[in-house]
C-alpha cells in the first residue's frame, strides 16, 4: 500500500469506488483529501457519458465534496476526442444523455438522423425500441456503430443498472456489426488521462472496481493497479480472471494513511 500512496498521479474510476448512485461510499470524502492535501494529481476518469464534468462536480458538491471541474474526464468527451479526429465536422445519431450531446456539440458533431456518419450509444434513461430500429438501419445503411464503453452494468444504491454495453448488444444483433467501444479499457481514454495529468505511467496508479474496465487498463498501460470491493466486483470474481490487479482493498478509505 505504501507503493501506491507513493505515486504521483492517481486515476480513478467513480460509479463503484466513490458512490453508489446519489450515496457517497464510506471512506470517499477522506480518500478525496488525502489526494487534494498530499499534492496529488488526480483524474476521475468515468465511463459514465450521460453528465458533464460540471454535473459531476455539482454531483459530489451535493455530497459534501468539493472537487475542480478540470479533475473530471468522461467517456463522453473520449467520444467527441474520437469522432473530431477521425472524421472532423463529422455527423452522427446519437443515443444517450446531455454528457454526450453536449461533448460531441462542443467537438464540431452534427447530432442528426439524416444520412449520418455515425451511431454513438451511450447511457440515457429514455432509451427505446425506436432508438434501437433507428439505429439498426442507419447502421445497416453504412453508419459506423460506436459505443462510449462496453460496461454491461453498473452499480446503484439498491443493486446494478443496465450500462451502455447493454444498449449497444441488441444493435449489434440486429446489425452483425460490433461497435468500437472508446471508454475504459481503451487504451485511448487511460493515455489522455495521463496526458492531462502530466504523469508518466510508471508513477501513476488506478483505482476501480472493475476488472475487465478498470484493472485491465491499469495493466496494459502500466499503472500500478488497486482494485476496490464496493463496486460490483467481489472478492469471489477475481477467480474468473487470468490477471489479477496488485492490491486489493474494500474501498478507498483504506488508501488513506492511517
Not at 71 to 79: E, Q, R, V
Not at 101 to 128: F, K, W
Not at 208 to 219: L, Y
Amino acid at each position: 500500500m505504501e507503493q501506491l500512496r507513493s505515486k504521483s498521479g492517481f486515476i480513478c474510476d467513480m460509479d463503484g469506488v466513490i458512490y453508489h448512485g446519489d450515496r457517497l461510499l464510506p471512506g470517499a470524502k477522506e480518500f478525496i483529501e488525502w489526494l487534494k492535501t498530499s499534492g496529488k494529481k488526480f483524474l476521475f476518469l468515468t465511463n459514465s457519458s450521460d453528465k458533464t464534468p460540471q454535473d459531476l462536480h455539482e454531483k459530489l458538491a451535493r455530497m459534501g465534496v468539493d472537487v475542480d471541474v478540470g479533475h473530471f474526464y468522461t467517456s463522453a468527451l473520449s467520444m467527441a476526442r474520437f469522432l473530431s479526429g477521425q472524421m472532423p465536422g463529422c455527423k452522427a445519431y446519437v443515443i444517450g444523455g446531455h454528457g454526450l450531446t453536449a461533448a460531441l456539440d462542443e467537438a464540431g458533431v452534427t447530432i442528426t438522423s439524416e444520412n449520418p456518419d455515425y451511431v454513438v450509444v451511450g447511457e440515457t434513461p429514455s432509451y427505446d425500441y425506436e432508438h434501437i430500429v433507428t439505429a439498426s438501419l442507419l447502421v445497416s445503411n453504412g453508419a459506423r456503430l460506436v459505443a462510449t464503453n462496453s460496461d454491461i452494468s453498473a452499480p446503484f444504491e439498491d443493486g446494478i443498472r443496465p450500462a451502455c454495453g447493454a444498449l449497444v448488444a441488441p444493435i449489434e444483433v440486429a446489425t452483425g456489426k460490433k461497435a468500437y467501444f472508446v471508454g475504459k479499457p481503451n487504451p485511448l481514454m487511460v493515455r489522455t488521462g495521463l496526458r492531462m495529468l502530466g504523469v508518466h505511467s510508471s508513477d501513476a496508479a488506478i483505482v476501480g472496481d472493475r476488472m475487465d474496465t478498470d484493472i485491465i487498463a491499469g495493466i496494459e498501460t502500466g499503472l500500478d493497479t488497486c482494485l476496490v470491493l464496493s463496486g460490483v466486483t467481489s472478492e469471489e470474481d477475481l477467480a474468473n480472471f487470468p490477471y489479477r490487479p496488485r492490491l486489493v482493498a474494500p474501498g478507498v478509505g483504506a488508501i488513506v494513511p492511517a
